[in-house]
């Protein structure tokens, strides 16, 4: 087969299969497929003594790809580089750029750099009609951040596997996010709810339909009704008052539509309307991005680059839309001129937003080619698109006062004049705030001075609520709002704190574990600066400058690293040692009568005896609000022991819950803990394949459970346990499983096909599906 004239170089295969559609035989196109040269994994790879220089080493799997590049490489007049428009994207143009320049075959004048942010044929083909250079500042800015997040990762790890366990790891932006959940707890934990009142009169004009209207005065005074007896007082004052309408006020209201998304927006909305999390969503933008296969139209890319912080959008798109609208809703349905949205202050202009590549492709005319949750988002997109560029929601907005003796009530009204763009779409919230709770209604035709009829008067006893939990989608907007990472690394923040263990997610909330608690104190006491938020923000902001060429990414890391050894050589010294240190208790040990201590173990805190390992009494305790400690007596169960007579309780040991004799160390008898319908015929499972045996649930002695045939050992027939809940990636069952032999977590059935896994055990919910970790 003859060579072709032109290289182009990408990233996936996904993506290499659209481009081919839109360029001719002329051209040949390859797959990186992702990074082809990292940071070791054993070892810290920068030369601190030598400025910070990376020891850079070809990826497992990738030697054989970049085998194929350069060969193809060396036989093209010229190679366009086409990864991703961001610094990710840079960082593998230019790896792969010094692997061919290395061969010696090709001089850098023939590497040529080309960038799009839609998969488009005009996209494409101007892009390498007018081909740059490679973005030298735009790599060191992403160079930067891996060598930080390497020194961090790398230095403070250790200090933790040393003196808390190990396989703990810390990072630069991680740490941090973990710190905000942390604190939100500990907030939530403290919050006093305070008690108030309001007062409603339900009031009747002389049309229908009744209302609502609540008390906000006396006299010239705000009123804030703090209890039961000082509401009544009021409530038996205006029940014979005349109820009359004092003050009239008409207006107009306009509500625009939300900008289009950006990544972060994007994936905030995804968990608040799809419930999917930050980490499915960009899986499934991805694919969108690099195409789709659309029957006979091939494969084609739906929405532009979905990693951008800006919500500029091309003339050309604008003006589609426009049309699009007209056709569609009407003319009074598009502003006179089109919305303009303000970019966040570090936005790059050059990027667009996250949109529909075209408006031809209505998510009705592409949805019998795509998955489910594929078109669920992409028809999230499309509106939110569409609606950016249409008009502004109308309201008639009334509001009324109304007066009862020395008290003055009010009313609001809304009505809906003209829709506009909430026609098609409207934008999610995460938390209903509390003022919320009096809805505006409808309004009868009122008159000033108008006297009304009393029907009820309505006195009721609220109490002011903590902030809430975060939720994957509050999570991303506070990592936003207070500059911590960027969107483009927000899935794999979460991710990753889950699957450590600092943080759960139960019913769609987060919450910190004790080790997240734990590491977070100890990682601010030893490492202030590196778990200040403003830092970790400023950092992030002098990675930005880095990229614009407004500073030297050497002098950024040498600042850092100075204070940062610091920090490091005193911690390893001074940060609390949890493995070999215990805190001193009150309590007294119930078998020695020594005092008793804690300790850390596997699965947190909890209670030895000081004297361990002559006595080996270990018990749970709790801590309430002020610190006090008492013990958590092991729940007892109906069961008695088959040796001694006594009852069996429930504990805690290396593999989980397991049962045991009350009557320890006299009596050591312990057994497993079988779940409901366990050693039973597993209900409709078939027979086994094997020898047509009847299938039994089991447990495994990690705790896990296993399908296994009731003629072991004669047939050693054995699959995984199913749970009930399908893979949120790729659908199909999710099945116990055991890391190590350990631990159980819940993994998919295609593993390796699809990697997806959790510690926490997933539930059918309404809210929100667990978060997929990679569990190593």
Known sequence: ???????????????????????????????????????????LGVDVEKDFKPSYVTLRGRQEVLKEITEAAAKSEKIYLAPDPDREGEAIAWHVAQAILSKKKKKRDSLYRATFHEITQNAVR??????????????????????????????????????????????????????????????????VPQEYWSLDALLEGDRPPPFKARLQKKGEEKLELKNQAETEAITEKVRGAKFQVVEIESKERRRSPAPPFITSTLQQEAARKLHFTAKRTMMLAQQLYEGVELGSEGSVG????????????????????????VGRFGKEFVPESPNIYKNRKQAQEAHEAVRPTSVEYEPDKVKPYLEKDLYRLYELIWNRFIACQMAAALYDVTTVDIQAGEYRFRATGSILKFAG???????????????????????????????????????????????????????????????IGRPSTYASILSTIQQKGYVHKEKGVFSPSDLGELVTDLLIKSFPRIMDVEFTAGMENQLDQVEEGEMNWLELLRD?????????????VKMRDVRRQSIPTDIVCDRCKSPMVIRWGRHGEFLSCSTYPECKNIKEFAKDENGKITVKEAPTTTEVCAKCGKPMAIRRGRYGQFLACTGYP???NTRAIHDEGEQKVMEGAPPCPQCGGKMLVKRARAGQRFIACDNYPKCKEAQPFPIGVNCPDCDSPLVEKSAKGRRVFYGCSRYPDCQYATWEKPSVSTEEPKDPSQVS
């Open 1 to 43: 087969m003859a060579s072709s004239k032109y290289l182009v170089i990408v990233e996936s295969p996904a993506k290499a299969k659209t481009l081919k559609k839109y360029l001719g035989d002329d051209f040949q196109i390859k797959a990186t497929l992702g990074h082809v040269v990292d940071l070791p994994t054993k070892e």
């Open 126 to 191: 101007w892009a390498i009609d007018h081909p740059s250079s490679l973005d030298e500042k735009k790599f060191n800015a992403q160079q930067a951040r891996r060598i930080l997040d390497r020194l961090v990762g790398y230095q403070i790890s250790p200090v933790l596997w040393e003196k808390v366990k190990r396989g703990l790891s810390a990072g630069r932006v991680q740490s941090v996010a973990v710190r905000l959940v942390v604190e939100r707890e500990r907030e939530i934990r403290s919050f």
């Open 302 to 325: 739906l929405i532009t680059y979905m990693r951008t912080d800006s919500t500029h959008l091309a003339n050309e798109a604008v003006a589609s839309v426009r049309s699009y609208i």
């Open 421 to 483: 763009f909430i026609q098609l779409y409207v934008e999610g919230e995460d938390e209903k705030a509390a003022e919320e709770e009096s809805e505006e209604g409808t309004l009868p035709p009122l008159k000033k001075g108008q006297i009304l009829k009393l029907q009820e008067l309505k006195p009721e006893q609220h109490f002011t609520k903590p902030p809430p939990r975060f939720r994957e989608s509050s999570l991303v907007k506070e990592l936003e709002e207070k500059g």
């Open 560 to 572: 850092f690293w100075k204070p940062f050894e610091k920090q490091v050589k005193t911690a390893k």
């Open 666 to 668: 006299d009596c050591k």
